[in-house]
T-cell receptor, first 110, second 115 residues
Framework: DAKTTQPTSMDCAEGRAANLPCNHSTISGNEYVYWYRQIHSQGPQYIIHGLKNNETNEMASLIITEDRKSSTLILPHATLRDTAVYYCIVSPIDDYKLSFGAGTTVTVRA | EPEVTQTPSHQVTQMGQEVILRCVPISNHLYFYWYRQILGQKVEFLVSFYNNEISEKSEIFDDQFSVERPDGSNFTLKIRSTKLEDSAMYFC?????????????FGPGTRLTVL
């Protein structure tokens, strides 16, 4: 029942920007886009979230298309420690659980 | 930076035994969650808890599971009679307030192994 579609895997070069796409064509007006990542078997780590405006924090930028049907997470300068599974999740304001899909396995190569 | 903590990091138990997994959420957070992840599979929602009661639970969270906030700091998950298929990583998460304006922060997890 995942509401998002992400590539299964992607590689990127250390020091370069990593652009992770996510499709959420059925997103509703009250749903936010959340990004988490999971390094090996550690607990999911929050990265960023947004509703319709682009967002930036110390970890990443989130670009949401105007129609809100897709988004891109940008890691500006990928490092080896950014190797992880990245999850794009849409969640309504009044729904308290997060529904994880399979995510994108990102491998940063030196 | 405040973080969610979980103990133990690894729990090994015999099938049929009771286990209690413990979590200390971030101190000013009001919403608490348990998730699990069977090896090689997705992270799955188990239960959410707010104002001393369950807000929502998944189909996985059957009568063998219970949650409790016994004091002002701990949040526990009890499995009454463990099965082999309960072997998984169990993650606790907490959130401060209204969904959309903040988000869930996860602990490092407890690896439960049922023999």
């Amino acid at each position: 029942d995942a509401k998002t579609t992400q590539p299964t895997s992607m590689d990127c070069a250390e020091g370069r920007a990593a652009n992770l796409p996510c499709n959420h064509s059925t997103i509703s007006g009250n749903e936010y886009v959340y990004w988490y990542r999971q390094i090996h078997s550690q607990g999911p780590q929050y990265i960023i979230h947004g509703l319709k405006n682009n967002e930036t924090n110390e970890m990443a930028s989130l670009i949401i298309t105007e129609d809100r049907k897709s988004s891109t997470l940008i890691l500006p300068h990928a490092t080896l420690r950014d190797t992880a599974v990245y999850y794009c999740i849409v969640s309504p304001i009044d729904d308290y659980k997060l529904s994880f899909g399979a995510g994108t396995t990102v491998t940063v190569r030196a | 930076e405040p973080e969610v903590t979980q103990t133990p990091s690894h729990q090994v138990t015999q099938m049929g035994q009771e286990v209690i997994l413990r979590c200390v959420p971030i101190s000013n957070h009001l919403y608490f969650y348990w998730y699990r992840q069977i090896l090689g599979q997705k992270v799955e929602f188990l239960v959410s808890f707010y104002n001393n009661e369950i807000s929502e639970k998944s189909e996985i969270f059957d009568d063998q599971f219970s949650v409790e906030r016994p004091d002002g700091s701990n949040f526990t998950l009890k499995i009454r009679s463990t099965k082999l298929e309960d072997s998984a990583m169990y993650f606790c998460a907490s959130r401060r307030g209204l969904a959309g304006t903040d988000t869930q922060y996860f602990g490092p997890g407890t690896r439960l192994t049922v023999l």
